[in-house]
C-alpha cells in the first residue's frame, strides 16, 4: 500500500515504524492523513511479522493537530459533512487503540489537539525532554471531543481536568505527572529509551500479547460505538456554539476573540 502523508518501514525482527511525513506542516492531520492512519492500523494488525509499532513524527514536531486546510473546509461546511469528518479521526484512533500489537510513541516533538490524542492511544509514549504540549481546541471555541475517550483512560479525569480545558501549554515534565508521557529523555537518549520498550517484546508470544492488550483494554474505560458517536456528536455541536465561529474567524484573519483578555 502506498501512502503520501506517512511512511512504514519495518526492520528484520519485525518492529515497524509508523512515521506521520509532513514535516513541514508540523505532521498536522488533514483528512488524506486521517485515512492513511486508518489505513496503516488496519495493514499492521494483519500483518504477522509485525512484533511491535513505533509511532513518531518527522521533523521537529511530533503533530501539531488539525491541518489548517482542514479546519478551513469544517468552517463552511454542514453539521453532516463535519460529523462525518470528524467519525473519520474518531475511527482512526480507534483503530489505532485496538491495534492487537504493541504500539509505542517516540513522541518527537510538540504535540497539541488531537497529536495529544496520537499519544493516548500508543501503549507506552516517550517524549523529547524539550517537547511541549497543550489541548489547545477551546481558544478557537471548541472542545477536544474526538480525542476525549483516549484522553481520559489515559490520564483519568481528575489529572485531565487540570489541562484539559485551560490550552495551557506544559512541558514534558508535566505530561509525565499527567499520564500523557511514560518517560521524558533528552533528544540523544530517546532511540534507546524505545529500544529498551521494544526488547523485551522479542521473547513474548504475539497471540498472548494481543489478547493481554485486549483484556486491558476491557477492564478499562468503555469506548465503543456508542462513546464514539456521543463524542463525535459533541464536536458537531461545539462547531454550531457562536465562540466557535468568532474563534475559527479571529484565528484564520489574525485577531483576538472577544474573550481573549
Known sequence: MNFDTIRITTDAIGVATLTLARPDKHNAMSGHMIAELAGAAKLLAND???RAVVLTGEGDSFCAGADLAWMRAQASATRDERTAEARKLALALRALNELPKPLIGRINGQAFGGGLGLMSVCDVAIAVDTARFGFTEVRLGLIPATISPYVMARMGEGRARRVFMSARIFDANEACELGLVSKAVPPGDLVEA????????????PQAVAAAKALARRLGPTIDDAIIGETVALLAD???????????????DRHRPHWQA
Open 194 to 205: 524505545i529500544e529498551a520498550e521494544v526488547r523485551p517484546y522479542r521473547s513474548t508470544s
Open 238 to 252: 461545539a462547531w454550531e456554539m457562536t465562540d466557535a465561529a468568532e474563534g475559527i474567524s479571529a484565528f484564520f
Open 48 to 50: 504477522d511479522k509485525v
